[in-house]
């Protein structure tokens, strides 16, 4: 569930109505989630693996395309090619130079190398139809030729 939503701090501490126009409706986690958002009875601090920034000022991919996309059809096909390429930053997909997109997660394969330590549960099946990736990823960076924007530029550490 935490990759799922792709966001940065536990999930007690998420936007559950952001977050679940995006997630699968599978889990206990996402019912627990669903259940205490609805009710406002239980505060859980239960500690758990988080998703972190690995450079400072980068950000999470859904946290960012979460202001830019409205539907939850577009926000659930961004997210299943997200989790295909195994990416959540926007360090993860941007070239080597921190400065521009990868091209390599334009295309519709599976990116085969790693990006992050994180084990993914198994690739997600995708269609022709998640085309909203690429406008996701020129929301992102530039379309004019894909340099990323100064505010969503991660600063390289050391």
Request: glycine letters at 6%; aromatic letters at 12%; hydrophobic letters at 40%.
């Amino acid at each position: 569930m935490v990759l799922e939503t792709g966001l940065y701090g536990l999930l007690w501490h998420q936007n559950f109505p952001a977050y679940s126009s995006w997630t699968s409706q599978h889990s206990w986690i996402y019912h627990v989630c669903e259940f205490n958002y609805a009710r406002e009875m239980i505060r859980l601090n239960i500690e758990h693996a988080e998703l972190k920034p690995r450079r400072e000022g980068d950000r999470s991919i859904m946290a960012e395309v979460y202001h830019h996309f409205n539907s939850a059809a577009d926000l659930r096909a961004i997210n299943r090619v997200r989790m295909l390429h195994g990416v959540v930053t926007i360090s993860d997909i941007t070239a080597a130079d921190s400065r521009k997109l990868d091209h390599v997660f334009l295309v519709g394969d599976a990116f085969e190398g790693t990006r992050n330590e994180y084990i993914w549960p198994c690739k997600h099946h995708v269609s022709p139809s998640d085309g909203q990736w690429n406008s996701c990823s020129h929301t992102i960076f530039n379309c004019v030729n894909l340099w990323a924007t100064g505010s969503l530029l991660p600063i390289p550490n050391g």
